[in-house]
């Protein structure tokens, strides 16, 4: 069982940054794709960010290309999303989410675990 929390998220002006974290803890060593997702208000959940942990590679989603980052530190078990030029449609609740191997990287329902999210508003 793996338990994921996010933190990190908050208001911001557009332009701004914000460095979203997610803690993992649990059978971790399972776990081979860790990803972004976010879910803004009457919308569906959607992928921003993936990172593969065998080799470290990275996908966005095009709303996220050339400004965001995703990175992870296996040593704390912590993955991080590094956001930056935040437009007001960054608007969401961000969640971290966990999969051993999905078959499609940016689909939500192949994450077998995830975090309760955390709010990132963009004025």
């Known amino acids: 069982h793996v338990q994921l929390v996010e933190s990190g998220g908050g208001l911001v002006q557009a332009g701004g940054s914000l460095n979203l974290s997610c803690a993992a803890t649990?059978?971790?060593?399972?776990?081979?794709?860790l990803g972004w997702f976010r879910q803004a208000p009457g919308k569906e959940r959607e992928g921003v960010a993936v990172?593969?942990?065998?080799?470290?590679?990275?996908q966005y989603a095009d709303s996220g290309k050339g400004r965001f980052t995703v990175s992870q530190d296996d040593a704390k078990n912590t993955l991080y999303l590094q956001m930056n030029s935040l437009k007001p449609e960054d608007t969401a609740m961000y969640y971290c989410a966990a999969d051993p191997l999905p078959a499609h990287i940016f689909m939500p329902k192949e994450y077998t675990s995830w975090g309760q999210g955390t709010q990132v508003t963009v004025s």
């Open positions: 990172i593969t942990r065998i080799d470290g590679g990275t």
């Open positions: 649990g059978k971790t060593n399972i776990l081979n794709c």
